[in-house]
C-alpha cells in the first residue's frame, strides 16, 4: 500500500518552506538531487523502504494568491544548479499543483499575517463552515490525485498564541463550542487540525502555533484512527542547544546563562518581528534547556528580522557555565544555515513516518518523531540523541513485526 | 572496603592538572568547593557511592625538582577564593604530598620535554632498573599512608609518538626486549604502566601517549588483575566534536571539512609547539570524526602555543556541511576552557571508577569509561552519548549487582 | 596650575565605574598598577604632561547609600592582584572619599532607577532648592579638599530619554521653566549639568541620558566659561563599530545590515533591561552608522541582561555586506570586555583634558574629544580615526602655544 | 589621453582573480554590475575621471594551457545573475581575450606551482631570453589592441621566497646577473616586472612574491619612469587587522597576542599548502603589527587548504589584550570573504591609478597606494585609515594640480 501515489497537502503552500518540499521532491524525482538532508533515506532507516518521494503528489491552501511558479523561482536561489536542471522540465507537474492550491484561512492568526493575506477572506463565515470547506478541498484533492492517502502538513507563519480555554481540554466540549461558534478558542491552527483529522488524514504541525494539537483535537486524532504530530520542525538553533545541553549535564557542569540570537531575513522573520507572533515562537525554542538540564538558568532566546539574509537564518548562541571548583568557562557558536533547506527533508521525513504509521493503524500522538519537533508533544525525551534513540528503537520494532507477518 | 584510604600516584605531579588534582580534592575535603564538574558526582552515578574524595591521598613523580607550593599557586589564579580558603589550612597536607614526590623518567621523551627535566635523570640506566625503581616507589607510597589501593595517573606532557615494534603485540615478546635492554621500543609512558600494573596498581594514561597502552601492557594487566584505561582525557575541543558530529550523521547532512583550531598558553601548549610531540597529540584528536560520520571529510585539527593565554585553552572549529538539494551551510563554535579545571575533575572520577572496578576484580580495559577519552581503547562508540549511554549501563549493572548479593 | 589638588565628583560614585576609577587611581598612586589603558598617557599625549593622576581627590553623590567599600570589593573582583596590593594600604584615603558622598537626585529617572534609590530623597523640592544644594555640595568639595579645580562626571545609569521641549533650546527660557518649577522639561542629568556649571566646574556627561547636555546647558557653560562634554563614553561595541565601519566605506563595500547583540551583568544591565532606560541608550548607540556611511542599512542594536556575566560585557556583531558584481559577504566580531575596566581609564582621561581646557580659558563643548564618546556632542568626525586625528591636532596646536608663551 | 584604450596584460591570467577581473570589467561595460568595491568609484574619488572601466582590453598570460572560458564559468559561480547577463553576450571579447593569452614562466616557483604547469616551459633558455619574449609579448599586445598603455599586473600564485642577493640592491649589479645568465638570483616575479618594465609598462605585483620588486628593479622603473607599486593585494584579514590594530594603540590597550587562521579551498589555497610558498604569504601578513603598534606581541599567521570552500576565504583572529589595571579582554572576529570578488576591483583600481601615475611622469613606486597592500613597499604609514588618508592627499594634489594647468 506505501507504494501507492500519496498526496501532500501544504498549508502555507505559496510559502518558501513549501516550495523547497515541492522543488525537492521534483528534483529527487528526476534524478536532479540525492538523498542528503532525508533522514529517512540515512542508514539505519532506509531498510524501511517508506513511500519513495516521486510517489508524492502536492496540493494545499494559501492566504495569498499569488502564483506558486513564484514561489519556485525563490526557493531556487538557495540552490541554483538543482533548479535549473529541475524546473524548466517540470511545468506540467508545477501546473497540476497550482491547479490544487485553494483559499487558506487566517482565522485570529493577527495582523501580521493578515496583511500578507488576500483581502477576500471568509474569516466571517461560521467556523463549521471554514472546517467543511476544508474537508471538501482535502477529499476532493484526494480524489483527483488518485491517493490512498493525504498526508496535511502546516507549514504557514506562526500564529501568536492562543489562549488556553476549559473546552481545549474535553472533545466534547470542544465540538459543543465549534457549534456555538465561538471564535475565541480556536486559531487557524486548530480548524485546519480538525477538518484534517475529519477527514482521515494524517497531520503534522511543523509550526510553534500552539492553536492546532489542542488536547481534543488529539482526543479526536485517537477516535478516528489518525496519526498527528508536533510542534515546531527543530531545524536550527533548537537543534544544536538539544545537541549540546546534554553535555553540560553529562559533565555535571552547571549552565549559568544561555543566551540565543536569531536573525533572518524570509516571511518567517516578518511575521516574527511581530511582537504576539514572536512571544508563540519563542516559548517553543526557550523550553528545552529546563527539560534537558532539570533546572533552570538564565535564558534568553532572541529573534530578529534583517531582510539582507533572506533565506539565510544565523544563530549566535552564548553560553555562560561553571566548572570544577566554582571556575567559569563559556561557550558560544554561530550557526549559519537556510531555513527551508534545513525544514524541507524533515517535512518529507514526516510525511513517510505519517504514511506508515497510517499503514500501521497507529493513532494519535506519533511520539517517536520527537527529534524532529522543538516542542514534541507527549514526548518525555528532550535531548536529541535519546528521542534519536527512540525513532530507531521504533524502526526496530517495526522491521520486526513485518518479519513476524 | 571502599572507604578506606586510597592513594593517587600522579605522573607528572607538578603539572598544572596534578596541582588542580589535588587542589580540588583539598578544596572538597575542606567544604570550600562542590560537586560541580564530577560526572561521579552528578544524578546517575551519586548512588553508587564510591569512594569519598576525601580519602584520596597524593603522591606521584615529576622529571621536574620545583616545590609543588608553587604548582599550586599557580593554579590558584584559575580559582582564587577557593584557593584562599584551602591552601592556607592545608599546609601540612601539602607538605605531606610533596614527602611522596620522586623523581620521575624523561625515556624517549623527546627534547622538548627534557628541557623541561632536571639534569640528574637515569636514562642511561637499564630499562628494568627503571621499572623496579618505580615499582618500589608506588609500594612505599602505598605502604606509607596505609592505602587499601593506589590508582596510578599519566598527567605528564605528550611524548613523540612510538614507533610501532613487533614486539608490542606480545607480552612474550616484549618481556624479552626489556630483558634485552631494548630502548627503541618504550617511551616513559610504557614504562610508568608497566611498572604501575606490576605493582598491581590501576593504571589511567590520561595523555595522548602512545607508548603507555601497548597491547603486551593491556595483556600484562589482563594477567595481573589490575583495570586500566586511556587514551587522553577528552575535555574540551574533542568533547564537543564528539558530541555534535553525530548531530550531522542523524540528520544525514554530509560534512564537507572540519577544521579546528586550538590556542592555549601551559605548559602542555609550550610541549605541543614542538612537532613531534604535536603531532601525536593531534593523531588522536583527529581520528574522531571518520569512526563517528563513517567517512572522512576533509579535516584538520591545529594546536598553537599562545603563552599569554596560560591555563586557557580557546578552540575555533568550522564545520562546512551539505545540506538538502546540496546547499552549502556552516557552523563554528569558540570553546573557551580552562584546560586543568576541566581535566581535573576527570581525574577524580577516573580514580574512583578505577578503585571500583578493581574492588570487583574486573581487569584490563574499562571500556566503560570511554566518554572520558579522546581515544578511548578498545571501545567501539565514538559518539559522546553513545559513550556516555555505555557508563550509565554499567552503573546500572553494578547496582544490580549489588542487589543480588 | 595643573599640579595642584584638582577634585572629581562622581555622579553615580556607588557604581562600578566609578568604584573603578578610585581603585585605579589609588593603585597608581601607589604603584600597583601602570597607565595602560590611560589614553592620555599614551606617546602622542604624554608629553603634555596633564594633572599627575595621583593629584586627583575623590567625591560625589548617589541615590543609594551603601558603603563605599562594598563598591571598591565588588570592583576588585575584576583585578584581584591590584585590588589587593591597593585597597589594604588605603584605608585612610578611602574613608576621606566615603565623607564627601551626599545623596542624589532621581528626578525624573524612571522606576527601574528609583527601585535603586534609597525611600529619602528630595524629589518633591522645587528644582531650584536641588540645584543649590547640589551648588553648595560641589563647592564644600572643592574647599574642603583644597582643590584648584573640581571637575564633575556623570556615570549614573541612563535615564529614560527626556522628551524635547521648546524651553531647551534657550537658557533664558531654560531658567524660566526653572523659576516655575516645571518638572517636565528636567532629569536629573539636567539638574547635575546647570548645578556643575553654575558652580564653575568642568561636566563630562558620560552616560547616554540626554537631558543633561541640553542647548540651553551648553548656552550657560559658554556664558560661564566652563568646559563641557558628551554624550556616552564609547567603551566596546561602539568603538569597534567606529573603527570598523570606515573600512566598509573606504572599500566601497555596501553595508547591508549591522545586527549588534550586547549581553551585560551590571547594574547598568539591570537598568538597561527596563525598555525606557534601554531606549535611550540604543539611540545612541545606532546613531553611528548612518553618520560614517552616509546611509542606512538596517541595523539593529540589541542590549540584554544576563546577571551571571557581572561587569562583563560581551558584544556580537554581524555584518553583512555586498561587494564587487553583488556578491555577499560577511563579517562577525565578539568583543568580551570588561565594562568599568574599560571606561575608568576614559573617565581619568576626560577630567585631565577637562583641566587643561579649564585652565586655557576654553568653554562650551570640548568637540576635540569626540573619539571618548558615542555620540559627541558638535563632532562632525564619526570614524574613530578621524575624531582621534582631532585630538592629536589639538595636542600639537597646545604644545605649540606653549612654545610661544 | 586617459581616454584611450588601455591594456591590461594579467600574470596569472587564467586564475580566478583575473577571471572576476575580467567578468567584472564585461559587466560593468554592459550595465549587468555597478561600481560597488571600486574604490576609484566611490565619492572622493569618482571626479577624477580616471580610464573608464570599459576602455580597458585584456590579455597575459599563464603556465596552464586551460581555455578562459573555463575560468570564466568556475568565477561564475560566486556571482550568478550577473555572470548570466554577461558571458552569454561576451563570445567576441572572449575569444579576443583568448588570443592574446601566452605562455607565461615558472621560473624558481618551486614544485606547487610547477605541478600547476603544462610540461612544455622554456626555464632552461637563457634568462635573457625569458625577457625579451615577455618583452616581445607586451608589445604585440599593445599593437594588436592599439593601447595608449599597457599595465602589467601579477596575479600568480604565492612564489617561495627568493634569497636575498647582494645584487639586488644596485641595477648595474643585477643587470650583470642576468647577463650571466645566474638563475638563483631571480625567479618568475623578477622577470615579469623586469620585463614589463623594460617594455615601458607600470607594473603592479598584487602577489606576495618578493623577487618582484627588488631594489634593483625599482631602479630600473625610476630610470625609465615607469611606476610601479606592490607587494600583496590587502583583501581580507589583514585589511580587517591593518583597521582594528590602531585601535589598541590609539586607546593604549596592550595587545598581548593574536593569532590568525586562515582557511580558503581554491588554487591559491592549494598551492598557500606548501610550505616554502605559505611562508612567503605568512611574512607579508605577519608583519602588519610591530608597525602599527610599536611593540610585537606573540603573533601568528596560520593558513590552510580547505577545498570544499572554494573560493570562500574565512579567517578567525583572536586578539588577546590587556587594559586598565592589567586586566585581560579579547576580541575575536570571523571574515567571511570571497577571495576574487575582494581581489578583482582593487586591480581595476590598481590599473586605474597606474595609469594616472604614467600620464602625470611619476616614477618608480606608487607610494599613496599603500591602502590596497599588505606590504606596500617604500611606505611609512602602517594603518589602513592613515594610508587611505595618503591616497586622498595625493587625489586632491591630482586635482589642484589639473585646476592650475
Redesign the interface.
Known amino acids: 500500500m506505501e507504494n501507492g501515489t500519496i498526496g501532500v497537502w501544504l498549508i502555507g503552500a505559496l510559502g518558501s518552506i513549501s516550495a523547497?518540499v515541492i522543488?525537492?521532491a521534483l528534483?529527487i524525482g528526476k534524478g536532479a538531487?540525492?538523498?542528503?538532508?532525508?533522514?529517512t533515506?540515512?542508514?539505519p532507516f532506509r531498510e524501511l523502504h517508506l513511500t519513495p518521494v516521486d510517489a508524492l503528489r502536492f496540493g494545499g491552501c494559501d492566504i495569498r494568491s499569488s502564483r506558486l511558479t513564484d514561489s519556485l523561482a525563490a526557493a531556487a536561489g538557495?540552490?541554483?544548479?538543482?533548479a535549473a536542471q529541475t524546473l524548466a522540465s517540470s511545468t506540467l507537474q508545477i501546473e497540476a499543483i497550482q491547479r490544487h492550491l485553494t483559499q487558506g484561512t487566517r482565522r485570529n492568526c493577527g495582523s501580521a499575517i493578515s496583511a500578507l493575506a488576500e483581502p477576500v477572506d471568509h474569516c466571517d463565515r461560521p467556523i463549521r463552515d471554514d472546517i467543511a470547506a476544508l474537508v471538501a478541498d482535502m477529499q476532493a484533492f484526494k480524489r483527483e490525485i488518485g491517493a490512498d492517502e493525504v498526508v496535511v502538513v502546516n507549514l504557514a507563519s506562526t500564529e501568536p498564541a492562543l489562549a488556553q480555554a476549559p473546552c481545549h481540554d474535553s472533545l466534547e466540549e470542544f465540538e459543543r463550542c465549534l457549534d456555538a461558534n465561538d471564535n475565541n478558542v480556536v486559531s487557524a491552527g486548530s480548524i485546519y487540525a480538525y477538518a484534517a483529522i475529519s477527514a482521515g488524514c494524517p497531520y503534522i504541525n511543523f509550526t510553534p502555533s500552539n492553536g492546532a494539537l489542542l488536547p481534543a483535537v488529539i482526543e479526536l486524532a485517537e477516535q478516528r484512527g489518525v496519526p498527528i504530530m508536533g510542534n515546531d520542525g527543530k531545524t536550527g538553533e533548537t537543534?544544536?542547544k538539544s545537541?549540546?545541553a546534554?553535555?553540560f549535564?553529562?559533565?555535571?557542569?552547571?549552565v549559568?546563562?544561555w543566551?540565543g540570537?536569531n536573525?533572518l531575513g524570509n516571511l518567517d522573520g516578518k511575521v516574527l518581528a511581530n511582537p504576539e507572533n514572536k512571544e508563540a515562537k519563542i516559548r517553543t525554542k526557550d523550553a528545552v534547556l529546563p527539560k534537558i538540564l532539570?533546572y533552570s538558568p538564565?535564558s534568553?532566546v532572541?529573534i530578529?528580522y534583517?531582510?539582507?539574509?533572506k533565506d539565510k537564518k544565523?544563530a549566535?548562541d552564548?553560553v555562560?557555565f561553571?566548572?570544577?571548583?566554582?571556575?567559569?568557562?563559556?561557550?558560544?557558536?554561530?550557526?549559519?544555515?537556510?531555513d527551508s533547506?534545513?525544514a524541507?527533508?524533515l517535512v518529507l521525513d514526516l510525511v513517510r513516518w505519517a504514511v506508515l504509521a497510517k499503514s500501521r493503524g497507529e493513532a494519535g500522538l506519533m511520539t517517536h518523531l520527537g527529534?524532529y519537533f522543538k516542542n514534541p508533544l507527549g514526548v518525555t525525551e528532550h535531548?536529541?540523541?535519546?528521542q534519536?534513540a527512540h525513532l530507531r528503537k521504533y524502526c526496530a520494532h517495526v522491521m520486526e513485526s513485518r518479519k513476524s507477518v
Open positions: 523547497t522543488l525537492g528534483a538531487a540525492g538523498a542528503v538532508g532525508l533522514v533515506e540515512s542508514r538557495d540552490v541554483p544548479e538543482v537543534l544544536v545537541v549540546l546534554p553535555m549535564a553529562m559533565r555535571n557542569l552547571e549559568l546563562s543566551e540570537f536573525i532539570g538564565h534568553g532572541h530578529n534583517v531582510p539582507s539574509l544565523i549566535w552564548f555562560h561553571r566548572g570544577f571548583l566554582g571556575a567559569e568557562m563559556s561557550l558560544q557558536f554561530t550557526w549559519q544555515g537556510i533547506i534545513l524541507a527533508p527529534c535531548g536529541f540523541h535519546e534519536y
